[in-house]
C-alpha cells in the first residue's frame, strides 16, 4: 500500500511531489529545505534552516507512522563548505544515537536563499 504525506508547501503541488512516500515498512522523506512551511519564510542562517528542516522531516515521518529513530540513510545537500561545522553540532542532536548512513554534498540548490536541504529514508523498526 503506497501513501503520500503533504506538508501543504505549494512546492509539492507545483512541482508534483509528496514531502514523503510510505511504501510497506519504508518511508522516503523528499529534500527539505528551511522553509517554515506555516510562513513560507525561510530564515537567513543556515542553522535555523537546519531546525526548519528537521523539524518538517521529523513531523512527516511521524503523520507516517515512523519517527527519526527509524531513519537509516540521510543525504544533506549544503551550499557552502564552511557550513558544514555549524549543521554537524545540529545533526548530531538528532541523529547521533540513531547513526544513519550518510552522506553530506556542497552543490548549489534550487533558490539563493536555500542554504541546506536533507533527505532521509527510514525503516520501520521490528516491535
Keep these: 500500500m503506497r501513501r503520500l504525506i503533504s506538508t ?5 503541488q507545483e512541482a508534483g511531489y509528496s514531502r514523503a512516500v510510505v511504501q510497506g515498512d519504508w518511508c522516503f522523506v523528499s529534500g527539505t529545505t528551511g522553509y517554515d512551511y506555516a510562513t513560507m519564510i525561510m530564515p537567513e542562517r543556515v542553522e535555523d534552516q537546519a531546525r526548519n528542516a528537521l523539524k518538517t522531516i521529523a513531523n512527516a515521518l511521524e503523520e507516517a507512522g515512523f519517527s527519526l529513530a527509524d531513519v537509516v540513510r540521510a ?13 554537524f553540532p545540529i ?3 538528532h541523529f547521533g544515537e540513531i547513526r544513519p548512513a550518510a552522506t553530506m554534498i556542497v552543490c548549489g540548490l534550487n533558490k539563493p536563499e536555500m542554504k541546506i536541504e536533507i533527505e532521509v529514508t527510514a525503516l520501520r523498526r521490528s516491535a
Excluded: K, M, N, Q
Design 8 to 12: 501543504g508547501s505549494p512546492f509539492e
Design 75 to 87: 543525504h544533506y545537500y549544503i551550499t557552502d563548505a564552511a557550513f558544514v561545522d555549524i549543521v
Design 91 to 93: 545533526l548530531g542532536e
